[in-house]
């Protein structure tokens, strides 16, 4: 397994310092959305050229960091014909990148029918399924093209919220250029996260052949809902989603989420601990202990 981190967690920063930063952590790799993380790219002027991609590549090679996840988070439910087709646009030009980047997996969650990402109950519903299934078979058709993977993350909140729907979408789509980006904690809510080990199990069960990357945080359940937090921080059941990752993904790349450089190191000296070879055995159920309810 390979520790990283979001590379926006720390900052926006030009490449080659963003890589010095990150390095200096302990971590040999990344996900890197662009807009957030590179100073001096501008937002809302697309995706960047194949030079630029080329640059940043190198400045963080030189720096021990490999890229592992492009991120292009976009809404593939969004109830805007035309925004939905901008989005997936964008989208196809970092898959087009990919290579330049140094990277194979461009990253997005699902998104929900509205427009600001929140939940609308249709999310659960057969259009939005068929619509957000529709694109990503789109995007599918150009990563066949350029060798790259589509990064799909479920969320409970949008319309792909579940490992069994996610399921449904891989053979929907039928693509072995669309994989999944397992984020344990998105899963959850306050109904369902008493049953996260059933749940982390039937990820590696539906999912295991096609999961890409592991997001690591943790989660607190606080009134009114679900809160992430800093991994090592909370309620989530390492000791088994990491035997489970180590038996079926071992060169996973595990991306930590929800960090900031002033606290990091006590999620890198948590997460180190799952990482040297051990048996079932010696991981077991190492719960964590909450810190907080």
């Known amino acids: 397994m390979n520790l990283g981190v979001r590379a926006h967690d720390f900052g926006r920063w030009p490449a080659g310092e963003l890589g010095r930063r990150i390095r200096a952590k302990g971590f040999s790799c990344v996900q890197l959305a662009p807009p957030k993380a590179l100073a001096g790219f501008d937002a809302g002027g697309g995706a960047p050229t194949a030079e630029t991609a080329a640059q940043v590549r190198a400045a ?142 039937e990820a590696f069960d539906l999912l295991g052949d096609r999961i890409a990357i592991l997001h690591a945080k943790d989660f607190v359940v606080e009134t009114g809902g679900i809160r992430a937090v800093l991994a090592g921080q909370g309620r989530l059941n390492y000791g088994l989603l990491m035997e489970l990752a180590r038996a079926r993904r071992p060169d996973i790349d595990v991306l930590m989420e929800d960090t900031e450089p002033a606290t990091v190191d006590q999620g890198v000296r948590f997460l180190r601990g799952f990482l040297p070879a051990a048996g079932p055995a010696a991981m077991g159920d190492q719960r964590t202990a909450p810190r907080s309810a």
């Not at 805007?80 to 140094?102: E, M, N, W």
């Open 60 to 201: 963080l090679d030189a720096e021990g960091i490999r890229i592992a996840v492009l991120g292009c988070y976009i809404n593939l439910a969004d109830p805007d014909g035309d925004r939905r087709r901008a989005q997936r646009q964008r989208f196809q030009d970092y898959l087009r990148l990919a290579r330049d980047f140094g990277c194979r997996v461009v990253g997005t969650e699902t998104g929900s029918l509205n427009a600001d990402y929140s939940f609308h109950p249709g999310n659960r519903g057969e259009d939005a399924f068929r619509t957000v299934a529709a694109g990503v078979r789109e995007l599918a058709a150009v990563a066949e093209q350029t060798g790259a993977w589509v990064g799909i993350e479920g969320v409970e909140r949008y319309v792909i919220s579940d490992n069994r729907r996610m399921r449904r979408l891989l053979d929907d789509v039928g693509s072995d250029h669309v994989r999944v980006i397992l984020d344990p904690v998105n899963l959850l809510s306050p109904e369902n996260h008493a049953r996260q080990d059933d749940i982390i199990r």
